[in-house]
C-alpha cells in the first residue's frame, strides 16, 4: 500500500466510448501526475497538478482530459480513444512538483482500446 | 535532448551480486532516482542520490558520478524477489523528471 488508489483496475473500452480514471492519494502531498506506461518504453508524463491547478501538459491528445477538483483526487477522463492509446496508466502524487521530492504511485489502471 | 540509458534486461543467480548502470544527458542535474517495479504493480522509491558517491540501505547501494553521467544500483545478497524492473529517473535544472525506460532483472535459483 502506497497511499495511492487507482480504479479501475483494468477497462476495456472501444474507440467509441466514454469513461474515466480515477485516483485518490491519502499522503496529504500537494502534486499529483499521470503518467501512461508502454512496454519496454519510458514513463510518459501526461499531466502534472500542483495544489489543483495544472502545471504541465506534455502535448497530450484532447481524447485525454484530465480533473483534479481538489488536492487529493485526480482524474483522467477518456473518449474516442484509438488502439495505440493500451497502456497502463499510473497515477502519482508527490510532496510537490519540485523533482527533488520521491513520487507514490498507485497500482494503476491497465486499459485495453479495442 | 535528455537522455537516460540502461539495459533493457539483465540476469543473475540468487544469492549473488548485480549492479545496474544508468548513464543520463540532461539539461542540468538535480539528483537521481532508482525506482522497483513488479510485474504489474506500481514503481516504488528505493533511493535518491544528489551528491557524488555510495549510498548503501540494507542489500541495496545507489552510487552516483556527477562529473561523468552515471549511476548504478548494485543489488546484494539477491533473493527471488529481487525480480523487477528497476527504473532510473533524473530531476533535471528545471526540476523535471526525466525517465529511463527501466532494466528488466531475472533473478535464476
Known amino acids: 500500500e502506497t497511499g495511492v488508489t487507482q480504479t479501475p483496475r483494468h477497462l476495456v473500452m472501444g474507440m467509441t466510448n466514454k469513461k474515466s480514471l480515477k485516483c485518490e492519494q491519502h499522503?496529504?502531498?500537494?502534486?499529483m501526475y499521470w503518467y501512461k506506461q508502454s512496454a519496454k518504453k519510458p514513463l510518459e508524463l501526461m499531466f502534472v497538478?500542483?495544489?489543483?491547478?495544472?502545471?504541465e501538459n506534455n502535448s497530450v491528445p484532447s481524447r485525454f482530459s484530465p480533473e483534479c477538483p481538489n488536492s487529493s483526487h485526480l482524474f483522467l477522463h477518456l473518449h474516442t480513444l484509438q488502439p495505440e492509446d493500451s497502456a497502463l496508466y499510473l497515477c502519482?502524487?508527490?510532496?510537490?512538483?519540485?523533482?527533488?521530492?520521491?513520487?507514490?504511485f498507485g497500482p494503476g489502471t491497465r486499459l485495453t482500446v479495442t | 535532448g535528455q537522455n537516460i540509458d540502461q539495459p533493457t534486461e539483465m540476469t543473475a543467480t540468487e544469492g549473488a551480486i548485480v549492479q545496474i548502470n544508468c548513464t543520463y544527458q540532461?539539461?542540468?542535474?538535480?539528483?537521481l532516482f532508482w525506482y522497483q517495479q513488479h510485474a504489474g504493480e506500481a514503481p516504488t522509491f528505493l533511493s535518491y542520490?544528489?551528491l557524488d558517491g555510495l549510498e548503501e540501505k540494507g542489500r541495496f547501494s545507489s552510487f552516483l558520478s556527477r562529473s561523468k553521467g552515471y549511476s548504478y544500483l548494485l543489488l546484494k545478497e539477491l533473493q527471488m524477489k529481487d525480480s523487477a524492473s528497476y527504473l532510473c529517473?533524473?530531476?533535471?535544472?528545471?526540476?523535471?523528471?526525466?525517465w529511463g525506460a527501466g532494466t528488466k532483472l531475472i533473478i535464476k535459483p
Open positions: 529517473a533524473v530531476t533535471d535544472s528545471n526540476y523535471q523528471l526525466i
Open positions: 502519482a502524487s508527490s510532496q510537490s512538483t519540485e523533482g527533488r521530492y520521491e513520487q507514490y
Open positions: 540532461t539539461s542540468g542535474f538535480n539528483g
Open positions: 499522503l496529504g502531498h500537494n502534486a
Open positions: 542520490n544528489v
Open positions: 497538478y500542483s495544489l489543483e491547478e495544472r502545471v
